[in-house]
């Protein structure tokens, strides 16, 4: 079994470690740590929960102090995060890492002022961890200087590509200096991302971690099938039979989030949301009022999963399933950490079944099913030979055919309306309409729509003078 001091990391990291409650390095620590220190290009592919933070922050923490400079400090690592979440939590690994270093580390993010961010950069920094768009912002504004970069990591490559900072990440790379380390870490590795890796990476070491490794060791997971509008009684059920302490429950969307945390709220039961409609200040509370205990039900998405790194939760429930597989894995990676176990529950409806099919898929073995709930489903249980993804719903040709026969609501109303002024309804003419007129029909009639006698026998078209017929009563008078 190999340990931390085998990996070659200084006397300073390892106290640190030590007093951190690491005990031996996970598979992608040993994996990455070592090319890192001599110097070489890494790329990760390795889902939350795997130590991934730890693999690169130690190696450029001790390349950083190995090399210290001296004099005004100059940014010289930089970090890349999609969101402020993941960003704050990268920080926090810095902070604490360096705890017994002489290096100075800061995070910038959007959604809050940049004063504070813009003065202790200019203190002098020597790790930055930001997310693109306040960089370029204050890139632009003349704050931060990043042609000093000597380490260059992207996190969460994939998630910033799903987010559409493709062209800000482009942007940051051709402001970097050429002469640099570079790492970059990704859950999945599709062409989109090979492209990139190959545009800045040299002579990369690749290191993966695949799924089946992460989590199906100690994480209890089952599958329930559910109809959607049943969903929100199930989980209710199972928080308070479950008796469960910490639990994040992921949802597709962020209006879902904020129905489920009122749902919730009515059945005595608190919880807070967070996604990416709230402000950066409701999202800090939020995440800090679960991290204390004092809220133990978290609703979240997906963009948010790949920033929570919260000890002690004991349940991840899935409220909708992930339509990405990979996504799975990051929401019940959640749990299960630091060598404890946890429980992972998936709610399937009758929508989400082919969801169910790519996730056993990736994993590589069915979950287990629980059906001794009272809103088991039947009609949610994936079909045999189904293929993954979305379940489409085919109209029959007797759901088209009832949908051609609805009643025209406007065309009866219309109709009532008329009946009560004591006229007849209108015919069901397919060429009436301006653009449709009979062949035969005269520009010149005064039946023609909007010029209707009035009660004098008199309507616009033998007003010479164009006027109303308000304007002829008065004159009449």
């Not at 001296?70 to 810095?94: D, K, V, W, Y």
């Not at 189904?386 to 109209?395: I, S």
């Amino acid at each position: 079994m190999m340990s931390f001091t085998s990996l070659g990391l200084s006397t300073e990291l390892l106290q640190t470690l030590d007093q951190e409650g690491y005990v031996e390095p996970t598979p992608i620590q040993e994996l990455a740590i070592p090319p890192l220190l001599e110097g070489r290009d890494v790329l990760g592919v390795a889902q939350t929960g795997t130590g991934k933070t730890a693999a690169f922050a130690l190696p450029v923490l001790q390349r950083i102090a190995d090399s210290n400079q001296g004099g005004h400090r100059n940014i010289r690592a930089l970090i890349l995060s999609p969101t402020r979440e993941l960003a704050a939590q990268i920080g926090e690994r810095f902070s604490a890492y360096g705890a017994n270093l002489p290096l100075y580390h800061h995070v910038i993010f959007g959604g809050v002022s940049q004063k504070p961010q813009v003065k202790a950069v200019k203190r002098g920094i020597d790790i930055l961890t930001a997310t693109p768009g306040r960089l370029l912002d204050l890139i632009s504004q003349g704050h931060i200087d990043i042609s000093n970069v000597e380490f260059f990591v992207l996190d969460e490559a994939d998630r910033m590509l799903d987010m559409g900072f493709i062209r800000d990440i482009r942007k940051i790379l051709k402001m970097l200096p050429k002469n640099r380390q570079n790492l970059l870490f990704s859950a999945t590795m599709p062409n989109s991302i090979s492209e990139l890796a190959g545009s800045f990476l040299r002579d990369a070491v690749r290191v993966e971690i695949t799924p089946e490794e992460v989590a199906v060791d100690r994480i209890d997971q089952h599958i329930l099938f559910v109809k959607k509008s049943n969903k929100q009684y199930l989980l209710t059920t199972l928080i308070k039979e479950r008796n469960v302490d910490k639990a994040i429950v992921f949802t597709r969307t962020k209006h879902g989030a904020n129905r489920l945390v009122r749902q919730l709220g009515h059945a005595e039961i608190e919880a807070v949301a967070i996604h990416g409609n709230k402000s950066q200040g409701a999202r800090t509370r939020a995440l800090s009022q679960f991290k204390n205990g004092e809220i133990s039900i978290l609703i979240a998405t997906d963009i948010a999963s790949r920033g929570i790194d919260v000890d002690g939760i004991s349940h991840v429930f899935n409220f909708d399933l992930p339509n990405i597989p990979e996504s799975y894995v990051h929401r019940i990676g959640r749990t299960a950490r630091a060598g404890k176990s946890g429980s992972a529950f998936g709610f399937c409806d009758e929508s989400e079944s082919g969801y169910l099919v790519g996730i056993q898929r990736l994993l590589g073995h069915d979950i287990p099913v629980i059906e001794d709930h009272p809103y088991h489903f039947p009609g949610a249980i994936p079909k045999p030979g189904q293929k993954p993804g979305e379940v489409r719903k085919k109209k029959s040709r007797n759901s088209r055919a009832a949908t051609r026969k609805q009643p025209d609501l406007r065309r009866e109303r219309s109709d009532r309306r008329r009946a009560d002024e004591g006229r007849s309804p209108r015919e069901n003419n397919p060429n009436r309409g301006r653009h449709n007129r009979p062949k035969n029909h005269d520009p010149n009639s005064s039946q023609k729509r909007g010029n209707r006698s009035n009660k004098h026998g008199s309507n616009r078209s033998r007003n010479s003078g164009g006027g109303s017929n308000r304007g002829q009563r008065r004159r009449r008078r």
